[in-house]
């Protein structure tokens, strides 16, 4: 049975992985992802939980945990946030590449130094080589969603990657919002057990895993691409079906648009800032002005088709970046520009959580049209 | 006592579960480790490997070996092994966890993941084969080099001291943890028995000569390993609850100078050096028997 409840980012994602019945959970704290992993210690000492809480020595040996219990066919989970992930950048290609589909939320928050604790988008994007599927989630909702969601998409015979699901720190993670939990059955119908064919270490079907391949290397990785193109489509229908079930479909899962239709100014834009502009853009509305919104739900596989779509028409474009590549410039607005085959205007904002704000946006509204690339402080 | 599981080399399992055809090199003590080891382990063991020299068993699209086998990465084996033996019980798989590393993946760049496992006392066996060097990249310098040692970053020769891995091991309080050679090999299987019956995690430093980065004819690997044993270099012994016992006492203990004349690696050593050598190992042995080949580490 469905209930409702007031919960914080951070919960969403421990009920996420609480309803698709995770067996193995290695961790290890960081700020602002422990509460994360708090709460299903929580759960499993209570009975609630049914899982080995894995307490590892770094997050090296957390994502090495994850391969390695995934390589046995075990459903795994697991959190962190910034120079963790950092920490697990090496094991990150190794999940990847033995095709294992782990699910694992960061909690966004910059990277020293200097030190911050406040949320932006670095940490996640430094990884979006590494071969994982990547979600974006704009409110706590969405984070539990995409966690159930994502096993389902994951663990698909034509995907069979792994994937990291991000939520922004504090302004999700700490942050109480209703939140639909559906019912534990109605997860089970939707979700089956993790039966994996093409890897699994048991001894009555002997397998070298993780081996040394020479010419044979780039048929791999070209394997890994086409998974990660087939997943479009697995995605789409898997927030299709989530959408009969809950009622949310979270637009077609790779973008969403928002009062696109007669849009004259549109900024591109991910995670949970989307909800102030959304605020901005409807105050605009109001006063006549034709602008709108798109969020990237996705940033793997990166939703080209669905940018084009969404924006060939559109005169001006803007692309908020709360990150920075230094020397090259915003990640998200280079990747889109790349889509588009044309300039966007590129504001770098938000960065170790700086605070942007409807007022800002509103002015980044009236600055779109010229091919540069703006720090917004 | 209990008897020996192996009393001699014909009780030794025939069965074999690294087949021939793979890549390392002629004369190499760590492949004969595995296989000697597998063949007591059985087919119900999964391996997991640290990179090294025997990551390079399995090359695609074939393998030598005929149980399961995972390498994740170098520093890892003891966070894998971790994970495997929690995954392995809820899968209902019923398999001995074989770590098998490097001492450049054990005693430095996995020693904190080895740490945790061990910490946590995971019931795995982890072998570290110990050619003294970083051996796959081409026998650069580790914490387990042994003081004077030449090697491809100590072009002089290594001016500390190894560390003492089999000591900190025991220091986690551990069930099982041994030194052995495969020149010795019944001695090592007896070993690798106990590490797997023990409840626990068993950690076994097993010493491999290598011809390539020790400098020494391929055919000689198995006399450089009895060398090591009885020059009284590499000491053979157990440690089970805080104690340390010798398992093998060289009668007359060969002199030091036979076993490092033999290899490259300690071809720019002056006879003031070997003699330096020589009195410490006396020195070490000296103090040994006094204390009846066995003693207390830990309180
Ligand atoms: C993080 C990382 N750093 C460096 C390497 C390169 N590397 C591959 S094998 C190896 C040597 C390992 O030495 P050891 O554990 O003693 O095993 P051996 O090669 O002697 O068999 C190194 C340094 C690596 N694979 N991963
Ligand atoms: S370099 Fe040494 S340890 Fe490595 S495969 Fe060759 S003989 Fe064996």
Known sequence: MNTRRMITGNGAAAWGARLARVEIIPNFPITP?????????????????????????????????????????????????????????????????????????????????????????????????????????????????????????????NVLLPMLINLDGFTLSATREPVEIPGQDEIDDFLPAYNPKHTILDPKEPMSMGGVVFNEYMYFRSQQRMAMCNSKDIITAVCAEWEKMTGRGWGRGLVEPYCLEDSERVLVICGSESAILKYTVDKLRAKGEKVGMLRLRTMRPFPCEEIVDALSDVEKIGVIDQDISPGSGGIIATEVKACLGRGVTSFIAGLGGRRIGAEKYEKIFGRLGRDVEEWIF | MKDPYLKKLTDIPMEDYLVGGHVACQGCSASLGLRL??????????????????????????????????????????????????????????????????????????????????????????????????????????????????????????????????????????????????????????????????????????????PVGWGFDPAEGINIGRLAVRTGLWKLYEITDGKVSISYIPKKRKRVSEYLSAQGRFSHLSEGDIRRIQAEVDQEWDELEERGYGYEIMV
């Open chain 1, 33 to 157: 992802q422990t509460a994360i992993i708090e709460e299903i210690s929580l759960w499993i000492a209570s009975g609630k939980m049914d899982a080995d809480f894995l307490p590892m020595e770094s997050e090296h040996s957390v994502q090495s945990a994850l391969a390695a219990a995934s390589s046995v066919g075990t459903r795994v989970f697991s959190a962190t946030s910034s120079q963790g992930l950092m920490l697990m950048t090496e094991m990150m290609f190794v999940t990847s590449g033995l095709r294992l589909p782990v699910i694992m939320v960061n909690v966004s928050r910059g990277l020293s130094a200097p030190i911050t604790l406040w949320s932006d988008h670095n940490d996640v994007l430094v990884q979006r080589d590494s071969g994982w599927l990547q979600i974006f989630c704009s409110n706590n909702q969405e984070v539990l969603d995409s966690v159930v969601m994502g096993y389902k998409i994951a663990e698909n015979s």
């Open chain 2, 37 to 210: 080891t597998l063949k007591v382990l059985g087919k119900d063991t999964i391996v997991i490997n640290g990179s090294g020299c025997m990551t390079l068993l399995p090359v695609y699209p074939t393998t030598p070996l005929r149980v399961p086998w995972i390498h994740l990465a170098i520093e890892n084996s003891g966070a894998a092994g971790t994970a495997l033996y929690y995954a392995l019980r809820r899968k209902n798989i019923d398999a001995n966890i074989l770590a098998y590393a490097g001492d450049g993946a054990t005693y430095d760049i996995g020693l904190q993941s080895l740490s945790g496992a061990a910490e946590k006392n995971i019931d795995m066996i982890y072998i570290c084969y110990n050619n003294q060097s970083f051996g796959n990249t081409g026998h650069q310098r580790a914490s387990s080099t042994p003081r004077a040692s030449s090697t491809s970053t100590t072009p002089l020769g290594k001016v500390e001291v190894a560390k003492d891995m089999p000591a900190i091991m025991a220091a986690h309080r551990i069930p099982y943890v041994a030194t052995a050679c495969p020149s010795y090999p019944i001695d090592f299987l007896n070993k690798v028995k106990k590490a797997a019956e023990v409840k626990g995690m068993a950690f076994i430093d097993l010493l491999v000569p290598c």
